[in-house]
């Protein structure tokens, strides 16, 4: 019986993610514009996440903590991206997309991939009846979504604080959080969503510990699709003949700083 729930909730929250981004790409494609893409899927995000625990029907302490984080996230992350757009105008990873819609309709389905595949753990935990006392796993687990919080929240705000000053104008961030990594606001949200998959796994059994592929393919999709790969392509051909830039890649990890 547990089986046909679990595998109905999934159902159903595949089914809405879908929807809502081939929705959101349909409305993206005839109005050629990215605007709303981050906050769409932040929003899927939040929405499924509180579906599931709904659907789930206990709400036990452990559920009702997941969701308000992933809430938490999907707030904080959605909204400063809103913002960040609203004020640029446009998104550079979708400088060669946006006019394309087939191209687009990529983008708008890995999205959905991406938000199904990373919320897993969460969509697990939350359709278990069973419950298990709190324990190290789970105040390790948040501890580390603690961190990646305030490293990806730290790292955006010094970032749109260097670009808010004029004299920087041209100029590239190696300050900060952004001293020991290239990327620490990626850094930041790979740490959150393994401290998420770290709790719910305390009430995981057999093939769910398989879900440890929400962390995975979060740091494969940053790291060598959408993330990444473009915007280290992008400074390269902006910054690349300068030595400072040149000292700067030599001198900082891509992702994880040396200890």
């Known amino acids: ?134 324990g190290p796993r789970d105040y390790m687990g948040w501890g580390l979504w603690g961190l990646g919080f305030a490293a990806e929240a730290i790292a955006d705000q010094q970032k749109w604080n260097f670009k808010q000053d004029p004299d920087n104008a041209g100029k590239f961030i190696q300050s900060g959080l952004w001293t020991y990594s290239r990327h620490p606001n990626y850094l930041g949200e790979i740490m959150q969503w393994s401290g998420l998959f770290l709790s719910a796994s305390s009430v995981m059994r057999g093939v769910q510990h398989l879900s440890v592929v929400s962390p995975l393919f979060l740091w494969f999709l940053l790291r060598h699709f959408r993330g990444i790969p473009i915007l280290e392509k992008q400074a390269l051909k902006k910054w690349g003949s300068d030595p400072a830039f040149q000292k700067y890649l030599r001198n900082t990890p891509l992702l994880w700083p040396r200890l």
């Open 1 to 134: 019986m547990l089986n046909i729930v679990m595998g109905s909730t999934f159902a159903k929250c595949a089914t809405i993610d879908l929807v809502i981004q081939w929705v959101g790409w349909a409305v993206a494609a005839a109005l050629k514009t990215e605007k709303f893409y981050d906050l769409a899927g932040s929003g899927t995000f939040i929405l499924l996440a509180h579906l599931s625990r709904l659907w789930g029907g206990t709400g036990h302490v452990r559920q009702n903590v997941q969701t308000g984080l992933v809430t938490a996230w999907g707030l904080r992350l959605g909204t400063y991206l809103f913002l960040r757009i609203m004020k640029d105008g446009h998104d550079r990873r979708f400088n060669n997309v946006r006019d394309s819609p087939g191209t687009f309709f990529v983008y708008w389905t890995v999205q959905a991939l991406w938000v199904f595949i990373t919320l897993l753990p969460t969509l697990i935990l939350n359709n278990e009846r069973q419950d298990e006392p709190l």
